[in-house]
């Protein structure tokens, strides 16, 4: 059986992020935003591990462990994520089953995960080797399937992960989170993506990030290819068809 582990953070690239690469692991995974959601969850998911943030709207970690506890001992492993260092201490003192102060590295989580669910359900886990790199990359595509797997990818190479379906969407969070490098699918639903990366690309805030312009199953045409790589802002065409091409397209970029 498939080990389930519920993620409860209220940042929503977080949510994502992690619950990609634990599928990717095989593991079956549900999400809250916070603790008053964790509660409901677990009126029908019964996890092998919580992967708990502590500051969070409406019910934080804290009191979200205290109301899973039975006489001080918590009926589910609890993995505690905190962006407060300080704590580690302090949850040293209760009964939870691992602590991360953020940021952190998606491998070095996942290595936590896999021990602490090694030990509890008596198997053993490939785990993951720490990535070398710590870049930051923001995926366009409006494919929720290829998406996760494109974001998996990345994350297990030790990259941090943002994504948008639309080009509205990605215009707007590309200039908050501003990455070293976004990968932009051609044909999106509302703009393309040879308009996204023209916008992002005159605006000073992202001027200096990295385009790569992708798209799936069309003909690999050294012309068209030519054509689309001098397009304004795009600093690199890339023709995929799966997600270790759109990998290799940034690593070589």
């Keep these: 059986m498939k080990a389930k582990i519920l993620i409860i953070d209220d ?7 992690l619950k990609y690469v634990f599928l990717m692991k095989g593991y079956e995974v549900e999400l809250a935003e916070n603790g008053v959601q964790g509660l409901k969850k677990l009126e ?3 996890p092998d591990l919580i992967v708990l943030d502590l500051n969070m709207p409406q019910m934080g970690g804290i009191e979200f462990y205290q109301k899973i506890c039975d006489q001080d001992i918590p009926k589910y492993p609890v ?3 905190t962006a407060r260092a300080n704590m580690e201490q302090f949850f040293r003192d209760f009964n939870v089953d691992g602590f991360m102060a953020k940021p952190f590295e998606i491998p070095d989580l996942l290595n936590e995960v896999s021990a602490i669910l090694d030990k509890k359900l008596g198997k053993t886990e490939d785990h993951v080797s720490k990535g070398g790199g710590n870049k930051n990359v923001f995926i366009v595509e409006n494919n929720e399937v290829f998406s996760a797997k494109v974001g998996a990818a990345f994350l297990m190479k030790g990259f ?4 948008a379906k639309t080009g509205t969407e990605a215009i707007e969070r590309i200039s908050q ?21 023209a916008k992002l690309k005159r605006m000073a805030k992202t001027s200096r990030v990295k385009f790569i312009l992708f798209d799936i199953g069309i003909a ?11 397009k304004f802002g ?3 065409f890339a023709i995929v068809s799966s997600e270790k091409d759109l ?7």
Excluded: W, Y
Aim: with cysteine; hydrophobic share 45%; glycine share 2%.
């Design 79 to 81: 993995f505690v994520l």
């Design 44 to 46: 029908t998911f019964s």
């Design 220 to 230: 690999d045409n050294e012309m068209v290819t030519n054509m689309i790589q001098h």
């Design 247 to 253: 990998i290799d397209a940034v690593e070589t970029l």
């Design 234 to 236: 795009v600093d690199k």
């Design 177 to 197: 989170v501003v990455p070293e490098v976004a990968c932009v699918k051609m044909n999106l639903s509302d703009i393309s993506g040879e308009m996204v990366i």
């Design 11 to 17: 940042e929503l690239d977080l949510r994502e992020n």
């Design 160 to 163: 941090t992960v943002n994504l």
